[in-house]
């Protein structure tokens, strides 16, 4: 297995991103933006739940505020809970191991393995947001936190984009940089020590209006990760021994996407996106996503969906590691990085409530389901319920 | 099936290079919800907490810090 | 011979030259007098229909101070807009608001209009021409328009922080069309 030279891949991508960044710095009209002034919540429910019985719930609030017809901050929280069911086997045994891989917990007695495992975890972002009236740059800031007992994250993020030709083509320019702490919980195999992960992103958007009925967006993205990236409660069998999982301390992944969105006279939209990603732990992979929405009468909306992913395994990936030393020193039980396809159908409707009492005016409820299921026998369920609630 | 991926991708970049000029008071359509990148980015922002679980593909856009417990 | 050839030659075109002079000094000095002053147009007059049925005509507001404002039903910043001018249209005796929409549907419209707080003239533009003619660059559009009929300033909206800016400026210019 050889692995590229990142460094040299990177300084190509850099002097990419330096291009676009220069790109983005093009002087044009702006129109004016949007919503100054006014304050809006959403606020949302989700559920994902996979044949393998774990369940996740998730709980997302937002609120949004404008003043002084520039500035804009909005809020976001959000709080999971992780349900993860009893381990099969015996404490150290195959058949634990491998449950291990397929929803990682930290296991700190066999007596602790046969019951249920809730985990929490809170997030919250904060973003500031200035755009003038009249001018052609608008700008962005965030800062990102999420917290659980074995993780601690933090991101920082700043977006500067421009306009021109009247509003038709914009061009964003987002980069963010992450600073992970990761802390195990007690357990009985795997890594306890304390590691660290960073990550660097840079991602360039060009959004262009063509009809008064077609919009497109296409950009490129590039993130460079260091640090841990393993799982420290995942053990793999590598001739014939357990070991802790072990991946490589620096990924560079990068990706390309494109969607267009289309009005169609009958108060339909279409949606069409792809993106394409490579990375250089050799994951090669391809999504494809479509959507129609359709008025149902004059405020209902009816939304269809399909998605296709496809990806190869990385270069370390095996599903049995009959050599001690692994695939070039790296061992993986992590199914993310295996080879697989997967599919997505969908369906979401949302309700405005309007004209029924003055001060529910642009409420929207959505509901959403989806049925997930890949090419190794995995398939979840996933249930969303919200609001949009601009006042 | 990623060669045609790619290709799609590449047709769609194409588009960028002809276009009609649009006055602003033209844009009811593209101004209307089913339209509106922003509605998708929010459910996009919590559709990748969980595909990040599963799919090793994702990228490293703002939020994407997770713990061990979802992996 | 010759030389009385050229004498006679020489004096034609002499004339000539005097009558074009006078002919373009003529026609440059009566154009001087039409062109208007730099930095200022004639606002272009227009037609439309309002909510009630009734064609409003701009000309007809000719001697006010107008304010002709481009809104949709889908552009968020121009609900703000409509409130402060309505407020001042309110606050400003003579003000003419003229506030013309440019959704292509009539429901939307009369949706909007029930539960928004509206300037007293809503005009329909369904077909963007009056847009068009005024070059609209953005959504809110707002035009400033003298009791002369010329086009004292075109822009998107006017923020919360400028209003008292706009209150001054169309209280100027109805003082000023007094005085004339």
């Known amino acids: ?391 | 099936m990623r060669r045609g991926l790619l290709i799609l991708l590449l047709a769609l970049l194409g588009l960028e290079s002809g276009c009609a000029t649009v006055a602003p008071y033209q844009r009811e359509f593209l101004a209307d919800r089913i339209m509106d990148p922003a509605a998708s980015a929010r459910e996009r922002a919590i559709e990748r907490h969980w595909v990040d679980t599963r799919e090793g593909a994702s990228g490293g856009a703002l939020g994407a810090g997770g713990g061990c417990a979802c992996n | 011979m010759k030389k009385r050839h050229a004498q006679v030659s020489g004096g034609r075109w002499r004339q000539r030259a005097a009558r074009f002079t006078a002919l373009a000094a003529g026609v440059l000095g009566a154009a001087a007098l039409l062109v208007t002053p730099a930095g200022a147009a004639g606002a272009p007059d227009f037609r439309a229909s309002s909510l009630e049925g009734d064609t409003l005509q701009l000309a007809s507001f000719r001697g006010q101070v107008v304010i002709v404002d481009f809104w949709a039903s889908w552009c968020p910043p121009c609900r703000e807009q409509l409130e402060r001018l309505a407020s001042l249209e309110k606050e400003i005796p003579g003000v003419v608001v003229l506030a013309v929409n440019v959704d292509t549907r009539r429901d939307k419209v009369d949706r909007y209009v029930r539960r928004a707080q509206m300037p007293r003239r809503v005009l329909l533009d369904p077909q963007g021409a009056v847009a068009g003619k005024y070059g609209v660059q953005g959504m809110p559009w707002t035009v400033l328009v003298d009791p002369q009929g010329q086009v004292v300033s075109a822009r998107g909206g006017w923020g919360a922080a400028e209003v008292p800016q706009l209150v001054a400026e169309v209280r100027r210019l109805q003082h000023r069309g007094q005085g004339d």
């Open chain 1, 1 to 391: 297995m050889q692995l590229r030279a990142w460094h040299v891949t990177s300084a190509r991508w850099c002097r990419a991103a330096v291009r676009a960044a220069l790109l983005a710095a093009a002087l044009g009209a702006l129109p004016p933006a949007a919503a100054r002034g006014a304050e809006e919540v959403h606020a949302t429910y989700h559920s994902f739940s996979d044949s393998e019985q774990n369940h996740i719930d998730t709980w997302v609030m937002e609120y949004g505020k404008g003043w002084a017809d520039a500035w804009r901050a909005n809020v976001r929280g959000a709080l999971d809970r992780v349900y993860l069911p009893p381990l099969p086997g015996l404490p150290g045994s195959r058949e634990n191991v491998d449950a291990i891989t397929a929803a990682s917990r930290p296991v700190r007695s066999a007596a602790d393995s046969k019951l249920n495992y809730l985990k929490e975890r809170q997030e919250i972002t904060g973003s500031v947001a200035w755009a003038p009236r009249g001018r052609a740059v608008q700008g962005s800031g965030s800062y990102y936190v999420s917290r659980e007992s074995d993780y601690l994250a933090q991101q920082a993020g700043g977006e500067v984009s421009r306009n021109w030709n009247g509003g038709m083509t914009g061009l964003a320019l987002h980069t963010s940089y992450g600073y992970d702490r990761i802390h195990p919980d007690t357990h009985l195999d795997g890594d306890p020590a304390l590691h660290t992960r960073t990550s660097l992103d840079v991602t360039a958007t060009c959004t262009q209006t063509f009809s008064p009925t077609l919009q497109g967006q296409a950009g490129v993205e590039l993130t460079a990760v260091r640090g841990f990236q393993s799982n420290p409660y995942r053990q793999v069998y590598v001739g014939g021994a357990k070991m802790p999982e072990r991946h490589p301390d620096e990924r560079l992944r990068r990706a390309a996407f494109a969607q267009v969105d289309h009005w169609f006279s009958t108060r339909a939209s279409g949606s069409l996106g792809v993106r394409y990603y490579s990375d250089d732990w050799g994951v090669d992979a391809g999504t494809f996503d479509v959507r129609f929405n359709q008025y149902v009468g004059d405020h209902f909306v009816a939304r269809y969906r399909y998605r296709y992913h496809t990806q190869t395994a990385a270069d370390f990936f095996r599903d049995v590691y009959n050599d001690a030393n692994g695939a070039g020193g790296y061992q993986s039980g992590d199914y993310k990085l295996q080879n697989f396809d997967s599919n997505l159908f969908g369906v979401k409707v949302s309700v405005p409530f309007e004209g029924w009492v003055s001060w529910m005016d642009g409420l929207v409820l959505d509901l959403k389901y989806e049925r997930y299921f890949d090419s190794n026998s995995f398939a979840a369920h996933v249930l969303e319920a919200g609001f949009s609630w601009p006042f």
